[in-house]
Each structure stands twice: as structure tokens, then as C-alpha cells.
């Protein structure tokens, strides 16, 4: 596709349906759950931009407290799609590496076409890797240098032969520019994933680590967090300390066996980063 040559870019992502976990899926309510929008730390393939914690983060910032628009496919350039609307997207919250959301479809779709409906949710629950939602947004090009600083750039060619002015900085983190979003217009249901992992695994901690988060906290102190800030101190890496106890963790079953369940730092230091991220997403605490 063509993209406008501005410094305010509306392009469109698409982000794969991956593996689900129960209760994601809920046909009744016309409700599929935790859906991952786009991940971080990653190129999205076939656009030459990169996506790291600051898009989150100025994703979440613009959808935060709103309800966006789903459709069944992307519209065509110009045309105006209103109308043709299949649900919204809502509770839009970054989540480690993913920035993730909730789909509700529309009362009057379901009601007006509901072979298309049965199709999205069958399709969710049993091919759940061969589509996505992929957002449609308004961005500027940016170069990232050390420290986190930004320097806006322009497209100067077509996607199929993308030059930037002023091109990347010799000090420049990376040889793609990140996102940093104006506007968000939609997520709809298309075919082809591009700046995703799949709906529920996590992306690559990569840079998603907060400099003014250290790295290294107390148990004491990683209880106090929400689990939310678990989860994204756990996907950067971040260890504990302050533990005296030594433990085995005999069983991946030790970590769901309860609704809230606990480890000592050595247990869970033992974990393999998926498990980290389960235990840290069942609210587990961790104690000496």
C-alpha cells in the first residue's frame, strides 16, 4: 500500500491471533479477551519501522479510557466506513512487551449478520493463528538515540523504497526509525500478521526496561507492585534479592495449583521466563 510522504504517516499493522487461554473466547457475551493489538521490541515486518516501550506506551496514552472501532477489514483508502463497524475495542493496557485490548462485537452486527459472526468466533477458537487485528493509525518517524531522546524524521519514498530526511543519526540506536503515534483510527480482523508474536505470548523484553527502575529490587518491594509492573519487571529482566531460603520447585503444577500462589526467590529464579510470566500474572507473591 501507499502511505501519504508527511511527517504525519496513517499506516496500518497487523497483529496474529496466537494460542488462547481460557476464557478468552467468550461466544456468549461476543467478547474475545486480551487480544494483543501490537509488540514491542520488534520490526514490523514489511515496513521498515520499529516498535519499542515508548510506542506502547504513546498507544496506551491515546486509547486509555476509550472505546475503538473494529472492522471486519481494513476500508479502502478515502472511502468512509461508517456503519460498516463490527465491534470496538476497550480496556486497551500495555502488558510486558504487548499492548492489549478487549473486543466486543456490536448487538446490531451480531443480530444483522450472524453467519459472520459465528465465522470471526470459530475462527478464534480454532484457527486462531491465521488472522489478526491490525491497528490503523497516524504516526511520526522517529530516530532513537542513547538516552531515550527522539528526533522526528520524514518518509521521503514510497514503503517500496523507503529513504528518511534526515536520515538515521550516526549515533543513532538503531537503522529503523521507531513509531510514536498521532492518532488511532481502528483495529479491524485482516489475514496477515506484521508487528505481532501472537495474541497471547509475550514479545522479547529487549528495551523495554525502565532506566529509573533498577534492575535489582527486595522481595518485599517487588510484593508492593501491581501485577501489571510484576509482569514488565519480570519481561526486563529484573532479578530479586534479600532471600535466605533455598527451595526446589518440583512441579510447573506448583504454579497453578493455587489461585494466589507463593515461591521463594530461589524458586522462582529457577523458573523458565514463560513460568516467571504465568506466576507473575496469577498475582503469586514471593517470600523469603
Known amino acids: 500500500m501507499q502511505t501519504p510522504l508527511s511527517d504525519s504517516i496513517k499506516v496500518q499493522f497487523r497483529a496474529a491471533v496466537g494460542s488462547l487461554p481460557p476464557g478468552s473466547i467468550d461466544k456468549a457475551a461476543g467478547a474475545i479477551r486480551g487480544a494483543s493489538l501490537i509488540t514491542a521490541d520488534r520490526e514490523a515486518s514489511g515496513h521498515g519501522l ?7 506506551n504513546g498507544f496506551n496514552a491515546l486509547l486509555t479510557g476509550r472505546r475503538l472501532k473494529a472492522y471486519a477489514t481494513h476500508a479502502a483508502v478515502g472511502r468512509d466506513a461508517t456503519l460498516s463497524e463490527v465491534g470496538y475495542w476497550d480496556c486497551v493496557r500495555v502488558d510486558g512487551a504487548n499492548l492489549r485490548a478487549n473486543f466486543t462485537a456490536l448487538d446490531a ?7 459472520a459472526f ?11 493463528a491465521e488472522f489478526g487485528a491490525s491497528l490503523s493509525f497516524s504516526y511520526t518517524p522517529c530516530w532513537v538515540l542513547p538516552g531515550g531522546n527522539d528526533v522526528p524524521t520524514k518518509r521521503t519514498a514510497s514503503l517500496a523504497g523507503a529513504g528518511y530526511n534526515p536520515p538515521a543519526p550516526s549515533n543513532a540506536v538503531r537503522k529503523l526509525p521507531s513509531v510514536r503515534a498521532k492518532a488511532v483510527y481502528s483495529a479491524d480482523f485482516v489475514d496477515t500478521p ?3 508474536n501472537g495474541l497471547f505470548s509475550a514479545g522479547r523484553a529487549g528495551d523495554l526496561r525502565d532506566p529509573a527502575r533498577p534492575a535489582i529490587i527486595t522481595i518485599t518491594l517487588f510484593n508492593t507492585l501491581p501485577p501489571a509492573d510484576r509482569t514488565r519487571f519480570i519481561l526486563a529482566g529484573g532479578r530479586l534479592t534479600d532471600d535466605t531460603a533455598v527451595a526446589t520447585l518440583h512441579s510447573r503444577d506448583d504454579l497453578v495449583s493455587s489461585s494466589a500462589p507463593t515461591l521463594t526467590r530461589k524458586q522462582f529464579d529457577a523458573l523458565a521466563p514463560a513460568d516467571r510470566l504465568q506466576f507473575c500474572q496469577a498475582g503469586g507473591a514471593l517470600k523469603d
Open 194 to 196: 506484521a508487528a505481532n
Open 109 to 115: 452486527w451480531r443480530k444483522g449478520a450472524p453467519s
Open 118 to 128: 459465528d465465522t470471526l468466533f470459530e475462527m478464534a477458537e480454532k484457527l486462531p
Open 50 to 56: 520499529w516498535i519499542d516501550a515508548k510506542t506502547l
